[in-house]
């Protein structure tokens, strides 16, 4: 990172803790978004102190604030967000007698505050959320899953899998299921730079990373 992008960088960060309206503050998250590092360093900053979202380096295409995103959520590292991606977000209760907002936002004017709360999201590392997927609210995403463009995921994805549709359903697993539990236990999301670095051939043969590194364990 230049000289230039670290001190714009820390002018448009002290414009964020002092401005309160939440359309400049979205203004200045994007460009700060535009001159970060590769790790996103100050993107996630920012995320954990002002919203309390937690974000993994390397991840990328999630670090968006469009008012959806439950405090308290976690996106892992080296997580993949493609465009137009929604997490979170309130969902009408569905067993009362009416579905509309009057009965819990205090901004009708029915009442003083809310009385449902949104649910924050976990999406364990190295997941892949394809072109305009929907992730809602209380929703887990395992470890190494693919979620297909288009897909709206109301339920919890287990880790590898390969998942699609309205709602989204597993298409198929990516790797067998002894493989996958090595994968868990290797845990490669975790190792520094240089270890990646080192090893990075070994990550386009499946077969020879898992039978290398499980004997590491």
Not at 115 to 143: M, P, R, Y
Not at 163 to 178: D, M
Request: proline share 3%.
């Amino acid at each position: 990172m230049s000289k230039l992008n670290k001190l714009l960088i820390k002018f448009f960060l002290l414009c964020f803790k002092i401005i309160k309206y939440n359309k400049v503050k979205i203004a200045l998250f994007k460009i700060i978004r535009r001159l970060d590092d590769d790790k996103h360093s100050n993107l996630i900053f920012l995320l954990k102190k002002y919203y309390n979202i937690e974000v993994g380096i390397y991840s990328y295409g999630c670090h968006k604030i469009d008012g959806t995103i439950e405090s308290g959520s976690i996106i892992g590292r080296f997580c993949s967000f493609a465009p137009g991606v929604r997490i979170g977000g309130l969902n009408h209760p569905t067993k009362w007698i009416t579905t509309h907002p009057i009965l819990y936002n205090g901004k009708y004017n029915f009442f003083d505050d809310k009385t449902v709360k949104a649910k924050s999201v976990i999406i364990e590392d190295d997941v892949w959320i394809g072109f305009d997927a929907i992730i809602l609210g209380g929703v887990k995403i395992g470890k190494g899953a693919i979620v297909g463009a288009g897909s709206v995921v109301t339920k919890n994805v287990l880790p590898y899998s390969i998942v699609a549709g309205n709602p989204a359903k597993v298409i198929k697993f990516r790797f067998s299921n002894e493989e996958i539990d090595s994968l868990l236990k290797i845990d490669w999301c975790c190792w520094g730079q240089s270890k990646i670095v080192k090893y990075i051939d070994d990550f386009k043969k499946p077969q020879i990373f898992i039978e290398k590194f499980s004997d590491l364990e």
